[in-house]
Nanobody, 118 residues
């Protein structure tokens, strides 16, 4: 079984930055390095939205809506992925979720709230 724990959310003003972290933990049979990882967000009253994904080798795909402002990375030595968010806008306000997936399974974290407001 895999557990994902997000952190780093909070209240910031427009134009500021945040870095979200997601720590992966699992049994000795579940290796972080074998999983694709993703970030999604869900604003109040809206559907969950794809933000970015990263392969085990570090290749990333980022949604057009945040490209140029958000960057996803992973540290295979720390079993952690990050989402660096710059130039935040009020429309970035949402709960941000971490995802781990492979051919056999998919896991989600509990989410971390990001609020962008003046």
């Amino acid at each position: 079984q895999v557990q994902l724990v997000e952190s780093g959310g909070g209240l910031v003003q427009p134009g500021e930055s945040l870095r979200l972290s997601c720590v992966f933990s699992g049994s000795r049979f579940e290796r972080f390095q074998t999983y694709f990882m993703g970030w999604y967000r869900q604003a109040a009253g809206k559907q969950r939205e794809f933000i970015a994904r990263i392969s085990s080798g570090g290749i990333t795909n980022t949604a057009d809506s945040v490209k140029g402002r958000f960057t996803m990375s992973r540290d295979n030595g720390k079993d952690t992925v990050y989402l660096q968010m710059n130039s935040l806008k009020p429309e970035d306000t949402a709960v941000y979720y971490c995802q781990a997936y492979s051919n056999e399974a998919e896991y989600w974290g509990q989410g971390t709230q990001v609020t962008v407001s003046a």
